[in-house]
């Protein structure tokens, strides 16, 4: 078994930008830059072009194709322009360098260049001081300048390991689908702690809605305990240097924040390389899907619908709003649900799996009334199923423990019933509301799952729901198969 710093060593070696990438990642920056000034005097403006993101702090990873540049105009200019302006000096310098594009937006519309190979988001901010932040995209070049004047060499090897280390055990990305860790975050915790191991000794401690991380002592320690009710719904909280009232860890979820914790205290006790690169997860075969399936008794439902056409947090937004309503209409009516998965291309479906105990319910379902001696309600409810729905009713009404009984004919026992006549009870979002009232989506159940699975056979699908199934993480394995072969060793 290897220690762990030489796991370390031979993760950076893997993590590292060669200089031949380094000479690729600039070039193109170079080149971009000067056509997205040149574009900009064309139109007679002067904009400061800059470059963010972990490039420009030499935080990013081997392979990486993402380049972030942002266009930074006066403040003085009015948001309409700098969107109207930012977009058309965008796609006019892409075009001049050879690369193609599409819009898209986070809180105002950017361009999205796909030059050479790689992914290039251009910005258009406002040029202005900390404290006159106008748009969250304002606050970016502060960020990378704070953590430039941070971190040394070694704490840019650190982040990697670091990013790269979250990334292996599916905890890296701030993106509403993932409710992970930023890199941004991973450049401010390597800035607390001091290293990479640091960081994981520490975060074994966080306690949930508990730690509170303020790098530059902004708050006394009586100001940080009432900073966990202002920010309460955030179960890590660390200020941003650059902004004290933001959490830069707003992002991360319960479910992510205690995934990282685990997989910190069982690398330290562990230490492999496969908590960085794990193995490739195990399809799912539609052939082994039945045996799968007929082994667990339970049964699987897929809700297949047409992707809305939006920008990727606004979609996982809606679509994890639906699989929480969904889940809420399934056991409202009964529907015992194992467990759930929601999956996307986000470009043309969107797909709602859960495991429920069963497809079909007793026809006949146990429903208590209100309390003996309630006045009112004991004799609307008599009225109820002894005259206005007595055909309704297999027996009763009958007095147990108190109240008032009836076992009656339950509204509905089937799944696929349920989700054609009462899937808009759910709560949706917007969009995705839309599709079910015209009714657009599209039900399996059991063996008709087969046809989803062939259709996504070698795609996300497919890993994710494998990896619900399988119930447990690839890092974990790794980690109780070092355990075991080191108590054969001991024994030997």
């Not at 590292?16 to 193109?28: D, G, N």
């Not at 009516?333 to 194992?338: A, I, K, M, P, Q």
């Not at 297999?394 to 989700?419: M, N």
Request: proline share 5%; with cysteine; net charge neutral.
């Amino acid at each position: 078994m290897l220690g762990v710093e030489e796991v370390l060593k031979e993760v950076l070696v893997k993590v590292t930008p060669r200089r031949e990438e380094y000479e690729k990642v600039w070039s193109l920056i170079t080149r971009l830059c000067d056509k997205l000034k040149g574009v900009a005097e064309e139109h007679s403006l002067k904009i400061d072009v800059e470059i963010e993101g972990s490039v420009a702090k030499d935080t990013w990873l081997a392979g990486n194709r993402d380049i972030d540049i942002f266009m930074l105009f006066p403040k003085s200019l009015p948001e309409d322009f700098i969107r109207k302006y930012g977009l058309l000096i965008a796609r006019e310098a892409v075009k001049r360098v050879g690369g193609s594009y599409y819009e898209t937006y986070a809180y105002h519309p950017y361009i999205k260049g796909l030059i050479e190979g790689y992914e290039v988001d251009i910005v258009p901010a406002y040029r202005v001081e900390p404290h006159e932040v106008l748009t969250p995209v304002d606050r970016t070049p502060y960020h990378t300048r704070y953590v430039i004047s941070k971190l040394t060499q070694d704490m840019k090897n650190d982040v990697r390991l670091l990013k790269q280390f979250m990334k292996g055990i599916g905890v890296y990305g701030a993106e509403i689908k993932v409710g992970g860790f930023s890199g941004y975050l991973c450049e401010l915790l390597v800035i607390h702690y001091g290293s990479f191991l640091n960081v994981l000794r520490n975060a074994m401690e966080w306690r949930p809605w508990r730690t509170v991380i303020d790098i530059e002592g902004y708050y006394s320690q009586q100001e940080l305990r009432r900073l966990r009710k202002v920010f309460g719904n955030s179960p890590l909280i660390i200020i941003d240097p650059v902004d004290k009232t933001r959490n830069a860890a707003a992002a991360v979820s319960l479910q992510r924040l205690c995934e990282f914790k685990a997989a910190a205290r069982m690398f330290l006790e562990n230490p492999s390389i496969e908590f960085f690169f794990p193995p490739p997860p195990k399809l799912l075969k539609p052939e082994d899907y039945e045996r799968l399936r007929l082994r667990r008794g339970s049964t699987f439902l897929v809700i297949e619908i047409p992707c809305p056409k939006l920008p990727p947090d606004i979609l996982w937004g809606e679509v994890y709003r639906s699989l929480r309503g969904l889940r809420r209409l399934l056991e409202k009516y009964e529907f015992s649900v194992l467990s759930q998965l929601a999956w996307s291309d986000e470009k043309s479906v969107v797909l709602f799996f859960y495991e429920v105990h069963s497809d079909k319910l007793p026809v006949v379902e146990k429903h208590v009334g209100p309390p003996i001696g309630a006045g009112e309600r004991e004799e609307s409810f008599l009225r109820k199923y002894l005259i206005e729905n007595a055909e309704e009713v297999f027996a009763g009404p009958f007095i147990e423990g108190g109240s008032w009984i009836v076992f009656k004919r339950r509204k509905i026992s089937d799944l696929k019933t349920l989700l054609s006549e009462r899937s808009l009870e759910a709560k949706h979002g917007t969009h995705i509301r839309e599709i079910f009232a015209k009714k657009q989506h599209r039900v399996y159940v059991n063996e008709e799952v087969e046809e989803i699975l062939r259709r996504h056979e070698r795609d996300d699908f497919n890993v994710r729901l494998s990896q619900l199934l399988s119930g447990t993480y690839s890092w974990l394995k790794v980690a109780c198969e070092e355990v075991v072969n080191e108590e054969k060793h001991v024994g030997n």
